[in-house]
T-cell receptor, first 115, second 114 residues
């Protein structure tokens, strides 16, 4: 069975601080997908990134960066120079390879960025 | 292109009633998945339909059922509603079998059972 753990329930930072959201996963599959989604107060899950299990290159997109370490089963998400608009619930998810439609989600981390 | 759409946005029902939620996938996506998100938790997988066939089912009772139509839209039905069914129901569409497969979500239907 697959499992995703986001140990940080809530994080609060002041604007412009850097913040890292942790994600640890468990799976018996040798190939799989990992995802991060953002859920603003409106409720819609917004896709941020997908990572294939065989691609361990870290990725940067603007102020967002992701660190995937297969050896420790972790897929952490860092926001640099946080902004108030980054306030949301962030979810890490895991799925079978080439079937993102059956994903296992963590319970999310609520990020509050204060001005 | 339009994203995933869901209807209705909000719904209030009483215990014992039945409810039908609707979802239209992104154009070109043949898979629709349903998730239940209880307040304070992550989404829980309910069903996946692909090419009108059930491809996966989560740990939910038989009161939950779904179907997919020839145009790939989908309905989720919940019978004999319980207070614990109150949640945000999310629909997502995707393209299984391709290496670029990614799941995109609709805005959700917020169900309140009184």
């Amino acid at each position: 069975a697959q499992k995703v753990t986001q140990a940080q329930t809530e994080i609060s930072v002041v604007e412009k601080e850097d913040v890292t959201l942790d994600c640890v996963y468990e799976t018996r599959d040798t190939t799989y997908y990992l995802f991060w989604y953002k859920q603003p107060p409106s409720g819609e899950l917004v896709f941020l990134i997908r990572r294939n299990s065989f691609d361990e290159q870290n990725e940067i997109s603007g102020r967002y960066s992701w660190n995937f370490q297969k050896s420790t089963s972790s897929f952490n998400f860092t926001i640099t120079a946080s902004q108030v608009v980054d306030s949301a619930v962030y979810f890490c998810a895991l799925s079978e390879y080439t079937n993102a439609g059956k994903s296992t989600f963590g319970d999310g981390t609520t990020l509050t960025v204060k001005p | 292109d339009a994203g995933v759409t869901q209807s209705p946005t909000h719904l209030i029902k009483t215990r014992g009633q039945q409810v039908t939620l609707r979802c239209s996938p992104i154009s070109g996506h043949k898979s629709v998945s349903w998730y239940q998100q209880v307040l304070g938790q992550g989404p829980q997988f309910i069903f996946q339909y692909y090419e009108k066939e059930e491809r996966g089912r989560g740990n939910f009772p038989d009161r939950f059922s779904a179907r997919q139509f020839p145009n790939y839209s989908s309905e989720l039905n919940v019978n004999a509603l319980l207070l614990g069914d109150s949640a945000l129901y999310l629909c997502a569409s995707s393209s299984p079998g391709v290496t670029t497969d990614t799941q995109y979500f609709g805005p959700g239907t917020r169900l309140t059972v009184l």
